[in-house]
């Protein structure tokens, strides 16, 4: 066990829908970063979060958003669902800035868009 | 090109095999990770490199930095290590986080 905690395991919904994944970091972490992982694209990183405030940004498409809340939890709100957008979404937290070489990942939120 | 390419995209050997993993990359980094992913989708990180070679249980991780090159070692190879296992790395520049991945490298051990 990670101590990362990834909420919902599986989530089927159709397209044009919204949806909300959330995660919460190991006890301590202030970092939580996003990563998609699609068949066609393999895995990507998203977003960071440290501490509340957006620190990194990667290949987040504009109808997908994210925040961390003050206790450190993080949503990842996917809106406008698209086929496309199926795939794993994973969180990782860490304490600091950096995945380091303690870095901790969820077991992941399986979306399927139908 | 991807700017991280692994080889072999699979690979399929029997127990006990000496197993290697290569990934290379084209871009200036600070870090490079070792990632496992099992068949239930769970990933766990095995290594974080910047030089040299680290070493843990069965699993052994070089990295060249002049080459740009990684790799990660399987000695005495189990069923059990059937796995993706993916390389990422972690760019040159101050406060970019974003990790870059490999597209994977899928290891069957058969017993």
């Known amino acids: 066990d990670s101590g990362v905690t990834q909420t919902p395991k599986h989530l089927i919904t159709a397209t044009g829908q919204r949806v909300t994944l959330r995660c919460s970091p190991r006890s301590g972490d202030l970092s939580v970063y996003w990563y998609q992982q699609s068949l066609d694209q393999g895995l990507q990183f998203l977003i960071q979060y440290y501490n509340g405030e957006e620190r990194a940004k990667g290949n987040i498409l504009e109808r997908f958003s994210a925040q961390q809340f003050p206790d450190l939890h993080s949503e990842l709100n996917l809106s406008s669902l698209e086929l496309g957008d199926s795939a794993l979404y994973f969180c990782?937290?860490?304490?600091?800035?950096?995945?380091?070489?303690?870095?901790?990942f969820g077991q992941g939120t399986r979306l399927t868009v139908v | 090109k991807n700017e991280v390419e692994q080889s072999p995209q699979n690979l399929t050997a029997q127990e006990g095999e000496f197993i290697t993993i290569n990934c290379s990359y084209s871009?200036?980094?600070?870090?490079l990770h070792w990632l496992q992913q099992h068949p239930g989708g769970g990933i766990v990180s095995l290594f974080m490199l910047s030089s040299g070679k680290k070493k843990h249980g069965r699993l052994i991780a070089t990295i060249n930095i002049q080459e740009k090159h990684s790799s990660l070692h399987i000695t005495a190879s189990h069923p059990r290590d059937s796995a993706v296992y993916i390389c990422?790395?972690?760019?040159?520049?101050?406060?970019?986080?974003?990790?870059?991945f490999g597209t994977g490298t899928r290891l069957t051990i058969i017993p």
């Open positions: 990422a790395v972690r760019g040159s520049n101050f406060g970019n986080e974003k990790l870059t």
């Open positions: 990782a937290s860490s304490v600091g800035f950096s995945l380091g070489t303690e870095a901790f």
């Open positions: 871009v200036g980094i600070s870090a």
